[in-house]
């Protein structure tokens, strides 16, 4: 796979926050400011723009620029984490022109530790991590069986949604959620769903 690919992906995850923009502003006005589905569906939109015209032939130029540029675009919280994972992950592709299948599921590593590095949030803490983290663990498994990228697609949306699910056991530790304490643990966590979109735009990608 070369850099089309990239684009593709960014284009299905673009797409899909903004199918989902309303059900995300919905679910962020329980336990948030309400504004989730714009600063995703505005993020990646410029995310997917700034890759569009396929000039960079470099994996991680390319997800770096795209980073860079939704972060100018959203600089709230959450649009500050997002992109922070595709800048990490434009780091660990730097010089990267063809694409491995055990690329795409670094490219998904590299995010979760930049999210996470930024937002000092942890597995068990209610955020995005939660739904990311299963996903990528079922990414590099697959990976690593030689798995076709359509399969570890499948097994990363389905780890991402037991993640997501499982949030509402966790009681939130960081944002607005969090003031809430026990209140918050039947929650279900918008950040975490964010990454059960990104999981299945992953998929759409592989069709």
């Known amino acids: 796979m070369d850099n089309s690919y990239l684009i593709r992906l960014l284009k299905e995850i673009s797409d899909i926050m903004a199918e989902n ?22 993020g990646f939109k410029a995310a997917y723009e700034k890759a569009a015209d396929g000039s960079v032939t470099d994996a991680g130029k390319l997800l770096y620029q795209a980073g860079k540029a939704m972060a100018s ?12 994972g595709l800048m990490q992950a434009g780091k660990v592709l730097k010089g990267t022109e063809t694409l491995e299948n055990a690329d795409v599921a ?6 979760e530790a ?13 955020t995005f991590i939660d739904g990311i983290h299963p996903a990528v663990e079922s990414l590099n ?8 990228l359509e399969e570890m697609a499948a097994g990363a949306v389905k780890a991402a949604e037991d993640g997501f699910k499982n949030t509402t056991t966790m009681i939130a530790v960081h944002g607005r959620a969090a ?5 918050s643990r039947s929650l279900e966590d918008p950040g975490a769903y964010v990454a059960v979109l990104i999981m299945k735009a992953f998929e759409n990608s592989t069709k």
């Open 141 to 148: 498994a697959a990976a690593a069986e030689g798995s076709s």
């Open 73 to 84: 675009a959203v600089p709230s919280t959450m649009g500050t984490l997002m992109a922070s």
């Open 106 to 111: 670094k490219i998904f590593e590299a995010y």
């Open 21 to 42: 923009r309303d059900h995300l502003i919905e679910m962020d006005s329980i336990v948030g400011d309400g504004d989730l589905g714009l600063t995703m569906g505005d």
């Open 114 to 126: 930049g999210v996470a590095n930024r937002g000092k949030a942890k597995v068990g803490e209610k």
């Open 179 to 183: 003031t809430r304490g026990e209140a």
